[in-house]
């Protein structure tokens, strides 16, 4: 790398909600990770990361999955390994998408959710998804990677009314 900037390497994606209410259905929130291409950074993502995947070079993975939000500390958890990426990728995007099995729910239904990007001990952003209570699925953060081939984090905040199918296909457009 020729640059002094290093940008970000890897990258820990955290997320977090309390479980419903006694007697009421579950909500299930999924963290989603998708990848570009290089050539075509805005349209269909190359692979996807979610429920309990990893990509196809064990770049991106999904270490923790929770179908409840119940438990101590957070309830999904993600690593985005940038630095190990092949370069034939320009773009990773990561977004929340609530599944929508008994009825619809946005951000406004769950209980206190928040996602966080760290790398190290260095936090990048944390977020509640105030911004997005009516929405059912947001892209909250990307990675780019910059012409001196470092990457660079980027929040990028947008909300969607999508269930989890159509959320992967859309996730990555501007």
Request: glycine letters at 8%; charged letters at 25%; aromatic letters at 8%.
């Amino acid at each position: 790398m020729s640059s002094l900037n290093k940008g970000v390497s890897k990258v820990e994606v955290t997320l977090k909600w309390n479980p419903s209410r006694l007697g009421e259905p579950d909500h299930d929130l999924d963290l989603v990770a998708a990848t570009f291409a290089a050539g075509d950074p805005t349209g269909k993502p190359v692979y996807l990361v979610h429920f309990g995947s990893r990509s196809p070079d064990g770049t991106i993975t999904l270490n923790r999955d929770s179908r409840t939000g119940q438990g101590f500390g957070t309830d999904e958890e993600m690593t985005l390994e940038l630095d190990r990426l092949n370069a034939s990728f320009a773009r990773v995007v990561v977004g929340v998408a609530i599944q929508q099995r008994d009825r619809r729910r946005t951000f406004a239904d769950i209980a206190t959710p928040e996602i966080r990007f760290a790398e190290g001990y260095t936090e990048l952003l944390e977020y509640a998804f105030a911004d997005v209570q009516d929405s059912t699925a947001a892209t909250v953060a990307e990675c780019v990677r910059a012409p001196s081939g470092a990457w660079e984090f980027r929040p990028s905040v947008q909300g969607f009314d999508a269930d989890p199918a159509h959320f992967a296909s859309v996730m990555g457009t501007r």
